[in-house]
């Protein structure tokens, strides 16, 4: 499947703050456990105007990133050096917003962040279970439930990682609202719930999340040393957590999800390869709106 050339309906969509705005209300409430109800006909109207939106939104991001996806092998060892490679050269890599927050940033400025994160923030567990409905290659089934397992603190409540990230954010009295959520990561969040619950984008979603467990690490324990240094405690185990456990995720969800993927459909590589590419230029769209933010958008720091 091509993607649709960018028109410009297309593109205003995906810049849009007001359309990701509506956009992440309605996965909220469509995603939200609820009852049989008298007005489900405007329900199901309202779910084909807002899946056509989002689908519009889906297939301009594709063309943005179509050319470099191109590139991805369709063999799994090279598939892999590929997607591995993205840890160093994707969109987004090595922000000079993430040593600052881990070495200057106040309190007031790490509120903002963490705030907008949470506020963003799809659920990785729930994404994960989403995606791996129906996925064709047992093995590649097994580590998605694995990594499901882990998300879910191999059934032990106090280890499960949201409630981690929801204990931080009440520690730090923390208010996310889509209201007060810069549009681009009100974007990374409805990419990625676009990606695990549209299934033509079933593959994609192993590309968005499977680069999420390979970029975070860096990520996480910058953001872990600022905590500390702020004089947080026991709560930012969720970063520090996630800077050690996701390099051993990424490495059995590259090993045991993508490869056997790809062995098994060479086609797939292409879409795995622009779910990566869609996912870490959503998360450099949303670095630079925080620098914008927090430093100024003339300031020369900015430039990464």
């Given at each position: 499947m091509t993607p649709s050339a960018p028109s410009a309906a297309n593109d205003r969509l995906a810049f849009d703050d007001g359309f990701h705005k509506r956009l992440a209300h309605w996965n909220h409430r469509r995603l939200s456990p609820g009852f049989p109800h008298a007005d489900w006909r405007a329900e199901l109207a309202e779910e084909h105007t807002m899946r056509?939106?989002?689908?519009?939104f889906m297939e301009a991001f594709r063309a943005e990133v179509a050319e470099r996806a191109a590139t991805a092998p369709t063999d799994p060892e090279g598939m892999l050096r590929w997607f591995e490679d993205l840890k160093d050269t994707g969109p987004g890599q090595n922000d000079p917003l993430f040593p600052w927050l881990a070495e200057e940033a106040d309190m007031e400025a790490m509120r903002w962040f963490l705030q907008q994160e949470v506020a963003g923030e799809a659920?990785?567990?729930?994404?994960?279970?989403?995606?791996?409905?129906?996925?064709?290659?047992?093995?590649?089934?097994?580590?998605?439930?694995?990594?499901?397992?882990d998300e879910?603190?191999?059934?032990?409540?106090?280890?499960?990682?949201?409630?981690?990230?929801?204990?931080l954010a009440r520690k730090l009295d923390l208010q996310p609202e889509i209201e007060t959520t810069v549009g681009p990561a009100l974007a990374l969040g409805n990419t990625l719930v676009a990606m695990a619950t549209h299934r033509r984008y079933a593959y994609h979603s192993v590309g968005g999340l499977g680069v999420v467990e390979l970029t975070a690490p860096w990520r996480a324990e910058l953001i872990a040393q600022g905590l500390k240094r702020l004089g947080v405690g026991k709560e930012r185990i969720y970063f520090a957590l996630h800077a050690t456990l996701d390099i051993k995720h990424s490495e059995t969800w590259n090993a045991e999800v993508l490869q056997p993927l790809v062995a098994a459909d060479p086609g797939c590589a292409r879409y795995?390869?622009?779910g990566a590419l869609m996912r870490l230029t959503s998360g450099a769209r949303c670095f630079e709106a925080y620098r914008a933010h927090l430093w100024?958008?003339?300031?020369?720091?900015g430039a990464a």
């Open positions: 056509e939106l989002e689908s519009e659920g990785f567990d729930d994404l994960v279970a989403y995606t791996q409905v129906k996925i064709p290659v047992a093995r590649a089934k097994l580590e998605l439930a694995a990594n499901y397992w879910m603190g191999r059934g032990s409540e106090g280890g499960m990682h949201g409630p981690m990230l929801d204990a795995i390869a622009e100024g958008k003339d300031d020369l720091r």
